[in-house]
C-alpha cells in the first residue's frame, strides 16, 4: 500500500469515525428529549426540551458538513498518480508533505507528518497546478515541490 493509500484511508476513518459519533449524540439526545416529554411539564421543561432541540439541530449541521467532506474525499482516486497539484495530490515539499483533499487534522503515518488541506485554501490555491521542482510562495515562505503522487 502506498503512502498515500494510507493517508486517504486515515483521513476515511476518521471521518466515519466522526460521523458516527456525531449519529450517536444526536440519537442520545433524540432519546433524552423523548424521556423527558414523558414525566415533566412546565416552564423548566420547556427550556430543557429547547436547549435539547437547539443542541440537535447544530449536531445535525456538524453531520451535514462531515457527509460533504467525506463524499468530496471520496471523489478522490487514491490509485492516480497525479503529475500536477490537484484534488488527490499527495505532493511532498521541502518543509511538509500535504494531501489536497479537505481541510483535516495533521496526521503522521510512516514517520512523515502529512497536512490535508483544500484545493480552496489559499495555500491550496499557491500549489495549485504546479509540477515537481516547482516553487511557490505562501506567507513569505518559499517551497520546493520535490515529489507529486
Known sequence: MTLKQKVYNCYNNLLEEK???LRNRIEDLS???QNDAKGSAG?????AL????????????QLK????QKNILESINDTVIN???GLGSLVYTDKFIFFISIAMPKITLDNNDIVALSLD????????GK??????????????????E
Not at 65 to 68: L, N
Open 50 to 61: 429547547a436547549m435539547m432541540h437547539l443542541e440537535q439541530e447544530k449536531l445535525s449541521k
Open 121 to 128: 485554501s489559499p495555500l491550496g490555491i499557491a500549489m495549485k
Open 19 to 21: 460521523i458516527k459519533t
Open 83 to 85: 503529475t500536477n497539484v
Open 65 to 68: 458538513e462531515v457527509i460533504a
Open 131 to 148: 509540477t515537481s521542482k516547482e516553487e511557490f510562495a505562501f506567507n513569505n515562505m518559499k517551497y520546493e515541490i520535490l515529489k507529486i
Open 43 to 47: 416552564d423548566k421543561h420547556e427550556t
Open 31 to 33: 432519546q433524552d428529549a
